[in-house]
Protein backbone atom coordinates (compact mmCIF):
# COMPACT_ATOMS: atom_id res chain seq x y z
CA UNK A 1 0.00 0.00 0.00
CA UNK A 2 1.33 3.51 -1.00
CA UNK A 3 2.11 5.84 2.23
CA UNK A 4 2.65 9.07 2.50
CA UNK A 5 4.93 11.19 0.64
CA UNK A 6 8.15 12.12 1.53
CA UNK A 7 10.54 14.57 0.41
CA UNK A 8 13.30 11.67 -0.16
CA UNK A 9 10.77 9.59 -3.00
CA UNK A 10 11.54 9.25 -6.27
CA UNK A 11 8.97 11.57 -8.98
CA UNK A 12 7.46 9.73 -11.52
CA UNK A 13 10.08 11.33 -13.98
CA UNK A 14 13.19 9.72 -11.40
CA UNK A 15 11.17 6.57 -11.21
CA UNK A 16 11.50 6.51 -15.26
CA UNK A 17 14.76 7.17 -15.02
CA UNK A 18 15.84 4.23 -13.06
CA UNK A 19 13.94 1.75 -13.44
CA UNK A 20 15.06 0.33 -17.07
CA UNK A 21 18.58 0.21 -14.75
CA UNK A 22 17.18 -2.09 -12.28
CA UNK A 23 18.39 -5.79 -12.07
CA UNK A 24 15.72 -8.48 -12.66
CA UNK A 25 14.07 -9.79 -9.92
CA UNK A 26 14.81 -13.58 -9.08
CA UNK A 27 13.12 -16.49 -10.01
CA UNK A 28 13.75 -17.95 -7.15
CA UNK A 29 11.96 -18.25 -3.70
CA UNK A 30 8.64 -16.99 -3.14
CA UNK A 31 7.10 -14.46 -5.64
CA UNK A 32 8.58 -10.77 -4.70
CA UNK A 33 5.35 -8.69 -4.36
CA UNK A 34 6.88 -5.69 -2.49
CA UNK A 35 7.10 -2.73 -5.19
CA UNK A 36 10.80 -2.48 -5.70
CA UNK A 37 10.31 1.45 -5.81
CA UNK A 38 8.59 1.61 -2.34
CA UNK A 39 11.77 -0.23 -0.99
CA UNK A 40 14.25 2.34 -2.92
CA UNK A 41 12.11 5.01 -1.81
CA UNK A 42 12.46 3.31 2.05
CA UNK A 43 16.59 3.51 1.29
CA UNK A 44 16.36 6.95 0.24
CA UNK A 45 14.59 7.65 3.17
CA UNK A 46 17.70 6.83 5.46
CA UNK A 47 19.66 8.51 3.13
CA UNK A 48 18.58 11.96 3.30
CA UNK A 49 17.16 11.98 7.13
CA UNK A 50 19.88 10.22 8.31
CA UNK A 51 17.80 7.57 10.71
CA UNK A 52 18.30 4.40 11.90
CA UNK A 53 17.24 1.36 9.61
CA UNK A 54 14.74 0.26 12.48
CA UNK A 55 13.26 3.75 12.54
CA UNK A 56 11.82 3.56 9.09
CA UNK A 57 8.49 4.65 9.45
CA UNK A 58 5.71 2.13 9.16
CA UNK A 59 4.39 2.85 6.31
CA UNK A 60 7.65 1.49 4.38
CA UNK A 61 8.09 -1.80 3.88
CA UNK A 62 9.60 -3.98 6.95
CA UNK A 63 13.06 -2.83 7.52
CA UNK A 64 15.00 -5.69 7.32
CA UNK A 65 13.32 -5.84 3.91
CA UNK A 66 15.25 -2.70 2.89
CA UNK A 67 18.35 -3.62 4.49
CA UNK A 68 17.89 -7.12 2.69
CA UNK A 69 18.37 -4.97 -0.79
CA UNK A 70 20.54 -2.17 0.07
CA UNK A 71 22.76 -5.18 1.09
CA UNK A 72 22.67 -7.62 -1.54
CA UNK A 73 23.06 -4.88 -4.16
CA UNK A 74 26.15 -3.41 -2.62
CA UNK A 75 27.46 -6.95 -2.56
CA UNK A 76 26.25 -7.50 -5.89
CA UNK A 77 27.49 -3.91 -7.15
CA UNK A 78 24.08 -2.91 -8.47
CA UNK A 79 24.29 0.25 -6.55
CA UNK A 80 27.87 1.01 -8.48
CA UNK A 81 26.27 0.14 -11.59
CA UNK A 82 23.48 2.60 -10.92
CA UNK A 83 25.49 5.29 -10.18
CA UNK A 84 27.99 4.84 -13.68
CA UNK A 85 25.40 4.50 -15.88
CA UNK A 86 23.44 7.79 -14.70
CA UNK A 87 26.33 9.33 -14.49
CA UNK A 88 27.30 8.69 -18.60
CA UNK A 89 23.29 10.23 -19.03
CA UNK A 90 24.07 13.02 -17.34
CA UNK A 91 27.52 13.74 -19.04
CA UNK A 92 25.80 12.76 -22.11
CA UNK A 93 23.04 15.15 -21.29
CA UNK A 94 25.59 17.92 -21.41
CA UNK A 95 26.72 17.58 -24.56
CA UNK A 96 30.28 15.75 -22.83
CA UNK A 97 31.69 12.70 -23.69
CA UNK A 98 30.69 9.28 -21.12
CA UNK A 99 34.73 9.60 -20.31
CA UNK A 100 36.29 12.69 -19.09
CA UNK A 101 40.22 13.95 -19.54
CA UNK A 102 40.08 15.95 -16.37
CA UNK A 103 39.42 15.12 -12.75
CA UNK A 104 39.76 16.94 -9.28
CA UNK A 105 40.63 14.72 -6.39
CA UNK A 106 39.99 15.85 -2.26
CA UNK A 107 39.18 14.03 0.75
CA UNK A 108 36.90 14.85 4.12
CA UNK A 109 37.31 13.04 7.07
CA UNK A 110 33.91 12.57 8.93
CA UNK A 111 33.60 11.31 12.89
CA UNK A 112 32.59 7.34 13.20
CA UNK A 113 29.72 6.27 15.84
CA UNK A 114 30.09 2.98 18.11
CA UNK A 115 28.68 0.74 15.63
CA UNK A 116 32.61 -0.15 15.07
CA UNK A 117 34.62 -1.12 12.19
CA UNK A 118 37.73 0.60 10.50
CA UNK A 119 38.57 3.85 11.75
CA UNK A 120 41.46 5.77 13.08
CA UNK A 121 42.65 9.17 13.98
CA UNK A 122 43.05 12.19 11.56
CA UNK A 123 45.78 13.76 13.58
CA UNK A 124 45.86 16.79 11.46
CA UNK A 125 41.89 17.46 11.63
CA UNK A 126 41.70 15.90 15.16
CA UNK A 127 38.92 13.93 14.60
CA UNK A 128 38.52 9.71 15.04
CA UNK A 129 36.55 7.92 12.23
CA UNK A 130 36.84 7.57 8.98
CA UNK A 131 38.31 9.93 5.59
CA UNK A 132 36.17 9.87 2.24
CA UNK A 133 38.01 10.07 -0.57
CA UNK A 134 36.54 11.23 -4.12
CA UNK A 135 37.61 11.81 -7.55
CA UNK A 136 35.00 13.62 -9.47
CA UNK A 137 34.86 15.45 -13.43
CA UNK A 138 34.38 19.10 -14.01
CA UNK A 139 30.93 18.53 -13.16
CA UNK A 140 31.27 17.39 -9.87
CA UNK A 141 30.13 14.52 -10.61
CA UNK A 142 31.63 11.31 -9.10
CA UNK A 143 34.42 9.31 -10.97
CA UNK A 144 35.39 7.51 -8.01
CA UNK A 145 35.09 6.73 -4.06
CA UNK A 146 36.69 5.24 -1.29
CA UNK A 147 36.42 5.02 2.05
CA UNK A 148 39.09 4.19 4.93
CA UNK A 149 40.43 5.11 8.05
CA UNK A 150 41.11 8.45 8.95
CA UNK A 151 44.53 7.39 9.80
CA UNK A 152 45.29 6.86 6.43
CA UNK A 153 47.54 9.46 4.60
CA UNK A 154 46.02 11.48 2.13
CA UNK A 155 48.86 10.18 -0.30
CA UNK A 156 47.59 6.42 0.70
CA UNK A 157 44.05 7.09 0.14
CA UNK A 158 45.12 8.62 -3.12
CA UNK A 159 46.71 6.16 -4.65
CA UNK A 160 43.53 3.42 -3.27
CA UNK A 161 40.92 5.96 -4.77
CA UNK A 162 43.04 6.52 -8.59
CA UNK A 163 43.74 3.04 -9.04
CA UNK A 164 39.54 2.36 -9.29
CA UNK A 165 39.89 4.84 -12.22
CA UNK A 166 42.69 3.27 -14.20
CA UNK A 167 40.77 0.60 -16.34
CA UNK A 168 37.89 3.09 -16.55
CA UNK A 169 38.25 6.51 -17.64
CA UNK A 170 40.92 5.59 -21.16
CA UNK A 171 40.86 9.82 -21.91
CA UNK A 172 41.95 10.88 -18.51
CA UNK A 173 45.00 12.75 -18.70
CA UNK A 174 44.91 15.17 -15.60
CA UNK A 175 43.98 15.46 -12.17
CA UNK A 176 43.57 18.79 -9.56
CA UNK A 177 44.56 17.94 -6.45
CA UNK A 178 45.66 20.45 -2.88
CA UNK A 179 48.89 21.10 -2.31
CA UNK A 180 49.03 17.59 0.34
CA UNK A 181 48.90 15.21 -2.79
CA UNK A 182 51.88 17.42 -4.18
CA UNK A 183 54.62 15.96 -1.10
CA UNK A 184 56.53 12.96 -1.54
CA UNK A 185 56.86 10.62 -4.47
CA UNK A 186 52.83 10.37 -5.57
CA UNK A 187 52.80 12.99 -8.80
CA UNK A 188 55.68 11.02 -9.74
CA UNK A 189 54.20 7.72 -8.82
CA UNK A 190 50.56 8.81 -10.68
CA UNK A 191 52.97 9.71 -13.98
CA UNK A 192 54.40 6.57 -13.60
CA UNK A 193 51.79 4.29 -13.38
CA UNK A 194 48.66 5.74 -15.21
CA UNK A 195 50.59 8.43 -17.23
CA UNK A 196 48.36 11.24 -15.42
CA UNK A 197 49.66 14.96 -14.86
CA UNK A 198 48.63 15.41 -10.68
CA UNK A 199 48.72 19.06 -10.73
CA UNK A 200 48.72 20.70 -7.81
CA UNK A 201 46.46 24.39 -6.77
CA UNK A 202 48.43 25.79 -4.01
CA UNK A 203 46.68 28.87 -2.03
CA UNK A 204 47.65 32.46 -3.15
CA UNK A 205 50.83 33.38 -1.16
CA UNK A 206 49.77 35.58 1.73
CA UNK A 207 45.79 34.22 1.75
CA UNK A 208 43.97 34.34 4.93
CA UNK A 209 40.75 32.21 5.41
CA UNK A 210 38.47 30.97 3.03
CA UNK A 211 39.92 31.15 -0.74
CA UNK A 212 37.94 29.72 -3.55
CA UNK A 213 40.63 28.11 -5.35
CA UNK A 214 40.39 27.40 -8.69
CA UNK A 215 39.03 23.52 -9.92
CA UNK A 216 38.89 22.46 -6.40
CA UNK A 217 35.73 24.11 -5.61
CA UNK A 218 34.27 21.31 -8.15
CA UNK A 219 34.89 18.68 -5.36
CA UNK A 220 34.15 20.82 -2.55
CA UNK A 221 30.35 21.61 -3.82
CA UNK A 222 30.25 17.61 -4.61
CA UNK A 223 30.95 17.20 -0.92
CA UNK A 224 28.36 20.15 -0.11
CA UNK A 225 26.04 17.77 -1.99
CA UNK A 226 26.60 14.86 -0.35
CA UNK A 227 26.04 16.95 3.10
CA UNK A 228 22.54 17.66 2.30
CA UNK A 229 22.15 13.67 2.88
CA UNK A 230 22.24 13.75 6.72
CA UNK A 231 23.25 9.87 6.69
CA UNK A 232 26.44 11.68 5.73
CA UNK A 233 27.02 13.54 8.79
CA UNK A 234 28.61 11.11 10.02
CA UNK A 235 29.84 8.10 9.10
CA UNK A 236 27.82 5.70 10.52
CA UNK A 237 27.83 1.99 8.67
CA UNK A 238 29.68 -0.66 10.27
CA UNK A 239 31.55 -1.39 6.73
CA UNK A 240 33.45 1.25 4.61
CA UNK A 241 31.85 -0.77 1.68
CA UNK A 242 28.48 0.23 3.36
CA UNK A 243 29.61 3.90 3.33
CA UNK A 244 30.63 4.18 -0.23
CA UNK A 245 27.31 2.40 -1.34
CA UNK A 246 25.47 5.50 0.93
CA UNK A 247 27.90 8.02 -0.81
CA UNK A 248 26.36 6.81 -4.53
CA UNK A 249 22.84 6.32 -3.80
CA UNK A 250 22.94 9.96 -3.02
CA UNK A 251 24.37 10.87 -6.10
CA UNK A 252 22.18 8.68 -7.91
CA UNK A 253 19.06 10.56 -6.01
CA UNK A 254 20.77 13.76 -6.80
CA UNK A 255 21.59 12.54 -10.73
CA UNK A 256 18.04 10.75 -11.49
CA UNK A 257 16.10 14.32 -10.11
CA UNK A 258 18.00 16.16 -12.84
CA UNK A 259 17.87 13.79 -15.73
CA UNK A 260 13.96 13.73 -14.83
CA UNK A 261 13.91 17.44 -14.78
CA UNK A 262 14.76 16.95 -18.70
CA UNK A 263 11.74 14.80 -19.32
CA UNK A 264 9.24 17.29 -18.12
Same mark, same amino acid.
Given at each position: ?????????????????????? %?? =????????????????????????????????????????????????? =?????????????????????????????????????????????????????????????????????????????????????? *???????? *??????????????????? %?????????????????????????????????????????????????????????????????????? =? =???????
Amino acid at each position: MEGPHYPSDLSDEQWQVIEPLL %PP =RSNVGAPQTIPRRRIIEAILYVNRTGCSWRSLPHDFPKWRTVYALFWEW =RLLGIWQAIHDALRDQVRRADGRKVSPSAAILDSQTVKTTEVGGERGYDAGKKINGRKRHLVVDTMGLILGVVVHSAAVQDQDGAR *LVLTRLSE *LFTRLKVIWADSAYGRNEL %PAWVQRTFGWLLQTILRPVGAVGFVLLPKRWVVERTFAWLGRYRRHSKDYERTTESSEAMILISMIHLMS =R =RLGRLKT
